[in-house]
């Protein structure tokens, strides 16, 4: 069985020792992310702004954000004084990988939703009655999040951290790749790639060619999930907010999920 996985960024880590399994596997990047001039200084100018009282939280939606963060800091030998100055907030993120690159830093996370959402995140620190809130974001971060706080009168300052580019050679590759039947599974790890790769699919205004049937499609997380129904398509859902549980979901034998046969 093949398997293609579509992760922006970097390559995911794999925590499995044994590997992802014994069926082929090719993770892939087709959304590059860059880093935006300032962000470190941009980031620590809204840590300045900490209100006295209440929980100021720090929402990390992105894990990707957080390594940018402290990587600009490592390199520029303001490691100490990020540290110094984050110690002072609250953190909440979205999900187990960004709680636990939070904690390899010694930063305890205090709020997490349930649910993997920034809708569900943002809701729930209005519960615990956040008195300002940090976001660190990328540059096309969804406005539900601020939304939500904005109606429960939470004071927000977005930092807009890297630029999501689409690697234009290797998503025309992919797509062909796709197209010829190279693949019998494709797994998603955010609405972004979602939406970079059909909108390469379809290539251009209107509806393009009918998606393969006979590939399995996996996403991580509910949002990635709906991005795909909201194409018509319905994906197998990972049961935990990793990339391994994506993988290993996508390498058992295919469950039914309402689809015609090939």
Known sequence: MRVLLLRAGDFPRLDDPDGPGKNEVTVRSVVRLQPLPELLSSFRAALRDRPARGPAVVAWTSRHALEFVFREAEQGGEEERLREELSRWVQATLGP?????????????AFQP???TTEALAQHLLEVGATRVVLPRSRRGSSAFSEILQRGGVPLAIVEVYSPEADLPLLALTVNEVRQGVYDALGFTSAMEVETFFSAWEGGPGPGPPFPRRIRLGALGPVTAEALRRRGLEPEVSPQARV????????????????APP
């Open 114 to 116: 349930r649910t993997a």
């Open 97 to 109: 990988a960004t709680a636990e690159a939070l904690a390899h830093r010694g930063f305890p996370v």
């Open 244 to 259: 391994e549980s994506l993988l290993r979901l996508l390498e058992e034998p295919a469950r039914s999920t309402g689809a």
